[in-house]
């Protein structure tokens, strides 16, 4: 059974930074596509992020660019979130999750239509002075 959890989150300073991690237990997370999700209250789940597990090819939503880093720790069979320059609308509970279907090996999307699962619990992230 494929689980992920993410820890890392916390209460940070604007302009500060947190490393997100999703860890997975019961199959090797660089087979696979992993993407990293935000819901705010009130407001619907995003993309944030996303790893292709194969070509190892990234993938950012526009609000993140260039503040955020997603990368694999192949041996820790975990894929982190380098958030710096944190900002009060990043404020949100961050989820990881496997592409679907699993055996897709293209790059990673994490636009709409696109299906994900094996959500983890999420972390909550909180920007605030």
């Known amino acids: 059974q494929l689980q992920l959890v993410e820890s890392g989150g916390g209460l940070v300073q604007p302009g500060g930074s947190l490393r997100l991690s999703c860890a997975g237990s019961?199959?090797?997370?660089?087979?696979?596509?992993i993407g990293w999700f935000r819901q705010a209250p009130g407001k619907e789940r995003e993309g944030v992020s996303c790893?292709?597990?194969?070509?190892?090819?990234?993938n950012y939503a526009d609000p993140v660019k260039g503040r955020f880093t997603i990368s694999s720790d192949i041996a820790k069979n975990t894929v982190v979130l380098q958030m710096n320059s944190l900002k009060p609308e990043d404020t949100a509970v961050y989820y990881c999750?496997?592409?679907?279907?699993?055996?897709?090996?293209?790059?990673?999307?994490?636009?709409?239509?696109?299906?994900?699962?094996?959500w983890g619990q999420g972390t909550q992230v909180t920007v605030s002075s």
């Open positions: 999750a496997v592409e679907q279907p699993l055996w897709f090996s293209g790059p990673c999307d994490i636009g709409p239509g696109v299906d994900w699962g094996s």
């Open positions: 019961g199959f090797k997370l660089d087979y696979y596509n």
């Open positions: 790893i292709s597990g194969i070509e190892g090819s990234t």
